[in-house]
Structures are given as structure tokens and as C-alpha cells.
């Protein structure tokens, strides 16, 4: 199995190496997790690999995806956009099982075997689309199968309060995607994000819970288990003279030096520069 990297900070040796190409990957979690942030997060690593990307949004419009990805710091994608490496699908508002059932498949005849990565976000209003399981299962089994069709899928789930991920809102999507991840998070406490890999069809993967951070520029960072322990000061520039001791393309040195742009001690908290530093070589190297 082909594997990709997924452009989450930390999350490629827990899936051994990366995504599965052609698979489709299932992110859940409640609102404010960072679903979106691990799928835009997964749509620009590609891009920096000279992939297409299709994001079909089902709920939020284009224009405030695209902002909240600037706010991120994550301008390059306003050149992606222009470059026509990305493309939106604006399905928000539309009947769901009539924009499956008769205009993606002209999508997937357009786009079939380019290898692009397709972010689908979220698929909550297709299963609110019917009530009737059967339809459901039917429905999202069609779309995983024809945009696997075009390349890698990465769809977000919301989560709305089942411990065990076993509401009717999660069971049918979890069963028919090779891959889910789940992303937990509670309001009432600073350390209180965690991921999760529930499985992943044909692919070693770790079978634990692991801390995360959101950190503007950078995104998602999954800390390894020895996370948690005091950083030293100014860890932003710590970080910054450490990426110039490490081999890498120019490119990819001003990207992450400009990410760092307005990040704080305060941001990093429990991640010390040289850990943040060994993730962000993980996804590159080789890449």
C-alpha cells in the first residue's frame, strides 16, 4: 500500500509511514476539534507536492474557508487558487442526494485517476439529508467509492457527544472508510486535545491517544508521549536557529520560517523546539 504524507505534524509514524493513497480517511470530533484545520492541513501538503486539491464543502461557503486559512497563516493557498491547483465545491444549501447522485458523477468523469486529494467537510448534512439508514449507508458508500475514484479522501464528521463514538450519526461512517481518526477535545482544560487512530484498513497504526496542539502557522502538532514537559525560553526563535542546522529545500525553510511569524512561548507550551523540530523533519523527509 502507497503511502502519503498527510501534512499533520506527527501523524505519519502513527499510521506508519502515512495515508494510504486512494483510501478514504474519516476525521470526527466535536466543534472547535480542528477538523478542518487537519483537512486544509492535508489539502497543502499536497499541493507542496504538485497534487490537485478539491474541496467540497457541504456546510461553510468558500470565501470563509479561505479566510479562516489566511487567519491560520496559510496564505499560499490564495496562489493555489490562482495557479487552479485547488478547487472548490460549493454544495452548501443543495439537496445532498441529488448532488450525489447526479452531479458527482460528472465530477469524478472530469477528474478521474489525477491523483488529487479531495477534502469532503463535513458529512453531517448528508446524513441529515434522510432518516432512513439504509439511504445513509447507501449514499455515503457512493460518494467514497466514486472520489476514490479521483484520489485520497479525507472527510470531517461532527461528533456530538458519544464517549464511544457510537451515535447514529458516526457508526455508518466509521464502518464504510478505511481509515478514522478521532479527534477529541474538551473546553474545560488546556491539555485537553487528544488523537486518536479508531482503525485503519491494511495499515499498521498506533493504537493510543496522543496530545495535540493547534498552533497558528503550523496547525495541528501531535506531541510524542514524553509531551508535556517544560519548554525553555523564547521557543519560536530556538525553533527558527534550529531549522538552520537541518538540511532542506529553500522553499520549504521559508514556509516554515514564516510560519513561526507571531507564535509564542505561550503557543508551544508543553513542546520543546527540538521535538517540534523532529516532527516537521518527519513529514518532510524524503518528501
Not at 85 to 92: E, K, T
Not at 150 to 173: K, W
Not at 253 to 266: E, I, P, V
Amino acid at each position: 500500500m502507497r503511502k502519503i504524507r498527510s501534512g499533520v505534524y506527527g501523524l505519519n509514524p502513527l499510521l506508519d509511514g502515512g495515508v494510504n493513497e486512494n483510501s478514504t480517511t474519516v476525521v470526527i470530533g466535536r466543534s472547535g476539534a480542528g477538523k478542518t484545520t487537519f483537512a486544509t492541513q492535508f489539502i497543502r501538503r499536497g499541493l507542496q507536492e504538485g497534487q490537485e486539491g478539491i474541496f467540497v464543502s457541504l456546510d461553510e461557503n468558500k470565501e470563509q474557508i479561505i479566510r479562516e486559512a489566511v487567519e491560520m497563516g496559510w496564505s499560499d493557498i490564495l496562489e493555489s487558487l490562482d495557479d487552479e491547483l485547488l478547487v472548490f465545491i460549493d454544495a452548501s444549501g443543495r439537496e445532498f442526494s441529488n448532488f450525489i447522485r447526479k452531479e458527482l458523477p460528472a465530477f469524478v468523469a472530469d477528474w478521474k485517476g489525477s491523483n488529487a486529494r479531495i477534502v469532503i467537510d463535513p458529512l453531517t448534512p448528508v446524513l441529515w439529508s434522510t432518516k432512513d439508514l439504509y439511504e445513509q449507508r447507501d449514499l455515503i458508500g457512493y460518494m467514497f467509492k466514486q472520489t476514490r475514484k479521483v484520489g485520497t479522501v479525507l472527510c470531517t464528521l461532527e461528533d456530538h457527544g458519544s464517549a464511544d463514538l457510537a451515535g447514529p450519526e458516526t457508526v455508518i461512517p466509521m464502518y464504510l472508510a478505511d481509515c478514522v481518526i478521532h479527534l477529541q477535545f474538551s473546553s474545560n482544560s488546556d491539555s485537553a486535545r487528544h488523537l486518536k487512530i479508531v482503525k485503519c484498513r491494511n495499515s499498521r497504526h498506533s493504537p493510543s491517544a496522543h496530545p495535540f496542539q493547534i498552533l497558528r502557522g503550523l496547525g495541528i502538532v501531535i506531541q510524542g508521549v514524553d509531551g508535556g514537559r517544560p519548554v525553555t525560553a523564547k521557543a519560536p526563535s530556538q525553533l527558527r536557529q534550529l531549522l538552520l542546522t537541518r538540511s532542506m529545500p529553500k522553499t520549504i525553510r521559508d514556509h516554515l520560517d514564516k510560519s513561526l511569524d507571531g507564535l509564542t512561548d505561550a503557543d508551544f507550551r508543553g513542546l520543546k523546539p527540538e521535538e517540534v523540530l523532529d516532527l516537521i523533519l518527519q513529514e518532510y523527509q524524503g518528501g
